[in-house]
């Protein structure tokens, strides 16, 4: 397998505005403590692209995990957005896509893309405002999220749901925004192999970290330093040593940072069997989901 130096999680936001209190990165590198990139600082996602396009510049030999997904469902209906000629054929067509329809909203927003006639009638938009083309119920699922729900892995939400607190649609597409400009400069797993040296993306779920940590399904947010560094002594790791609270956006990063390093040297995780060439295409996989 091959062996990272490095491992980094970024919590993600999708939410309008420059800069954002729910966007957090985590490193944890050799036996370290896992520790925050700028603590305190509010990023914006203009700086976590400019810190990627770092990293990639650098060659570390860093495993970075990013918490939204990378892609919408493909396989169920052959097509991401089903009766639009301008439907994608994969994932990196997908991203262009996103990006020429949201060019012009600042601070890697997405309202433009959402807006769209034909692409907002496969969106839950809100209360009463419902696309005559999402398919009622969870909404449609790709073949990871279904495979996670099945297996009890964790509990996933469709992309193409934008209501509530748990929906994830809207900081994927602002995450697309980001992998469309890095997609010459860091490889993505599985859609791409892992190359020998350098960094690598792969997309992560924040709760599969906690799960592996010890915490109970829907309790997974950690607010406070004490429980944080048990969570990770659970991982083998040193703690973080923060006391009193903390943002769980904070804990979360660090934990899967941590949990990254636990389990990247094992086979599992880059060998999920329902994985296929046709998925790694066009839907992509959850990094730890077996």
Not at 35 to 40: S, V
Not at 89 to 99: F, G, M, T
Not at 105 to 120: K, Q
Not at 265 to 273: F, G, I, L, Q, R
Request: contains cysteine; hydrophobic residues 45%.
């Amino acid at each position: 397998m091959r062996r990272f130096t490095h491992f980094a999680a970024i919590d993600w936001s999708g939410a309008r505005g420059e800069r954002q209190r729910g966007i957090a990165v985590a490193l944890a590198s050799g036996s370290a403590r896992p520790a925050l990139l700028r603590p305190g600082h509010i990023w914006s996602r203009a700086e976590v692209l400019a810190w990627l396009a770092d990293i990639a510049a650098s060659e570390t030999d860093m495993l970075i995990g990013f918490d939204f997904s990378a892609a919408f469902a493909f396989a169920d209906c052959r097509a991401y957005f089903p009766a639009w000629d301008a439907s994608p054929a994969d994932i990196p067509a997908l991203w262009a896509l996103v990006e020429r329809l949201s060019a012009s909203d600042p601070h890697y927003e997405i309202g433009s893309f959402l807006a769209h006639p034909a692409a907002r009638r496969h969106f839950r938009h809100a209360r009463g405002d419902v696309g005559d083309l999402f398919v009622p119920g969870t909404g449609r699922l790709r073949v990871v999220e279904r495979h996670q729900r099945d297996t009890r892995q964790a509990a996933s939400v469709s992309n193409f749901n934008l209501v509530g607190a748990a929906q994830v649609g809207k900081a994927s597409l602002a995450g697309m925004r980001l992998l469309h400009r890095l997609r010459d400069r860091l490889p993505l797993w599985p859609l791409d192999p892992v190359p020998a040296t350098g960094p690598l993306l792969v997309e992560i779920y924040t709760g599969v970290a906690a799960r592996a940590a010890g915490l109970p399904a829907g309790r997974s947010k950690i607010r406070d330093g004490g429980t944080l560094d048990i969570a990770l002594a659970r991982l083998s790791s040193r703690p973080f040593g923060a006391t009193g609270e903390i943002s769980d956006h904070a804990s979360d990063a660090l934990l899967t940072a941590a949990w990254l390093r636990a389990v990247a040297s094992d086979v599992a995780p880059w060998s999920p069997a329902p994985l296929t060439p046709a998925l790694a295409r066009t839907e992509g996989w959850t990094f730890g989901i077996i």
